[in-house]
């Protein structure tokens, strides 16, 4: 019976709720907005099938080799899609050659709140709602239990996630299936659930409407100084660069992260997906000549099944291959786990009592007293020249 008593050895994954055949585990929210296993003793059957099938508590043997990695810079030669996508477009291309040879594909998508979950397509059109970066944890649910099934009926399935979903995935399943490919993204770590309610909770409230539509990376303004767009239904926009809007402030500070992601089991040059995609930070140092500020994508081809599809795809992109080292130069989160904040509990215990707006003024340098020390160092700096 699976029990969590370190919270850092839970990515809250869902292996061991699909895995259950009692169906007599659930994930329950805990005071960071993070799910967690539960079991319901009384029905559990002693099995032992949720501990063996948790990526961290019985983590599995890495089958790939780094011998037969292989990094590109690329994106897509469509400006549409590029355009609207984080980076350069490589998931569409890869997602659209899947279903146009009769699969279906599982990503992350916004719910009609803009909470996140995992869902399946089968369209073209469908593919539209993953598209985008998604800042907060994605719920599995039922989607390893979907991908089995159409695995098993011979299906050709493309599941994307984060690394821990990923494996996750592999430990559920327990065994290959030549049509599956899976594509994962190096992660900075998941943000809480919880905050992010909290953050579109204050937003609506500064606004006085409800906020209707949500872009994490618009690309307006340039790829490295993407913006943070949010949509009302009064018809107010809010807009702010990436580096002066408080939630992405709070998330790549590490503020509001899981656990699990100060001390990520899935790190590594090895990864467990067919393929990895990316943000290519870095490309002005590493292949210049494709740096234009669109959107580059970093795509490491982590197999063969990953390489054979990158040959199916490599005519609608512009690619060049490149060392993996120096494409992981300035991507250190491929290989290496944040470091928790000292005051990251204060920081989401805050949100969680007081509401984002208090959080952020005592956490995140916002008010009076911050602008002052802003200014003070502004005319420090003037004096020390």
């Known amino acids: 019976m699976i029990y969590i008593e370190n919270k850092e050895k839970c990515s809250g994954c869902h292996a061991c709720v699909d895995i259950c055949p009692k169906s007599c585990i659930s994930m329950v929210s805990d005071n960071e907005g993070f799910l967690y296993p539960k079991v319901d003793e009384s029905t559990c059957i002693k099995c032992g099938l949720c501990v063996k099938a948790c990526p961290i508590i019985t983590p599995k043997e890495r ?20 355009r609207y996508s984080s980076s350069g477009g490589l998931f569409t ?10 699969g279906v594909v599982f990503g992350a998508a916004f719910n009609e709140d803009f909470s996140v979950s995992h869902k399946m397509v089968d369209t073209i059109e469908g593919l539209s709602v993953f598209r985008g970066s998604k800042y907060v944890q994605s719920t599995i649910g039922n989607t390893y239990k979907e991908a089995k099934e159409l695995l098993t009926e011979g299906k050709l399935v493309l599941f994307t996630g984060t690394p821990c979903q990923i494996g996750g995935l592999y430990s559920y399943l327990g065994k290959d299936y ?9 992660c900075h770590g998941v943000p809480s659930p919880m905050v992010w309610q909290k953050y579109k909770e204050y937003q609506e409230n500064k606004n006085n409407s409800t906020i209707n539509a949500v872009q994490f990376r618009n690309k307006d303004s340039g790829w490295k100084s993407y913006s943070v767009v ?41 990864r467990e997906s067919d393929i990895t995609l990316a943000d290519f930070w870095g490309i002005e140092n590493v292949i210049p000549e494709m740096d234009n500020d669109k959107g580059i994508s970093l795509m490491l081809v982590n197999s063969l099944r990953g390489q054979a599809l990158f040959e199916k795809i490599k005519d609608n992109v512009t690619y060049k291959e490149t060392d993996l080292d120096e494409a992981l130069k300035y ?20 949100v969680n009592n007081q509401g984002f707006e208090k959080a952020s003024k005592k956490y995140l340098g916002v008010g009076t007293i911050s602008y002052i020390k802003r200014i003070l160092r502004k005319i420090l700096r003037k004096i020390k020249r």
């Open 178 to 186: 030549e049509n599956l490919i899976t594509q994962d993204i190096i």
């Open 93 to 102: 291309e890869i997602a659209t050659y899947i279903i146009n040879n009769g």
């Open 230 to 270: 949010l949509g009302f239904d009064n018809d107010k926009e809010y807009r702010q660069k990436s580096g002066n809007d408080l939630y992405i402030k709070s998330f790549l500070t590490d503020l509001c992260l899981r656990p699990s992601c100060y001390n990520c089991s899935f790190k590594g040059k090895v």
């Open 331 to 350: 991507n250190s989160a491929a290989v290496e786990s944040v470091t928790k904040p000292k005051n990251r509990e204060k920081f989401i215990r805050t």
């Open 63 to 82: 089958t790939k080799s780094i011998d037969g990695i292989k990094a590109y810079g690329a994106y897509s030669n469509t400006k549409e899609i590029r």
